[in-house]
């Protein structure tokens, strides 16, 4: 199954719920436009709400990784919210998690874009 994504707009920040799986081919390839397009849009407060990603491979934390690099690059900021334990797990053990601003709860991570 591969990875399928809707965006929602929360004051001037973009959700973007992602289910499924985020891997090599389609899932990070989808992952990477998502972002892309929302910078080219000019969004810089990016929520990726992973509640629904039941698996993620190292080309997936890849485009992770990625997509935090770009859109810091062009100041703005991205967070993650709802790791399922799978994920948590993957970032724990590539130690990434303290690299990622992870949030449990979208009120907290969407006061967390405020600060």
Do not use: C, H, P, W
Not at 3 to 31: F, H, N, P
Not at 76 to 100: A, N, P, S, Y
């Amino acid at each position: 199954m591969s990875v399928k994504a809707s965006t929602r707009q929360l004051e001037d920040i973009t959700i973007v719920d992602l289910s499924g799986e985020i891997k090599l081919a389609d899932g990070a390839r989808v992952l990477r436009d998502i972002v892309k397009g929302l910078l080219s849009k000019g969004e810089k407060k990016i929520l990726l709400n992973l509640a629904d990603v039941s698996y993620i491979d190292s080309s997936g934390v890849g485009e992770l990784v990625g997509a935090f690099t770009s859109v810091r690059n062009q100041g703005g900021e991205m967070k993650l919210l709802r790791l399922t334990k799978k994920v948590k797990d993957v970032l724990v053990i590539t130690k990434l998690l303290t690299v990622f601003d992870v949030k449990d709860d979208e009120a907290a991570a969407i006061a967390a874009f405020k600060r």
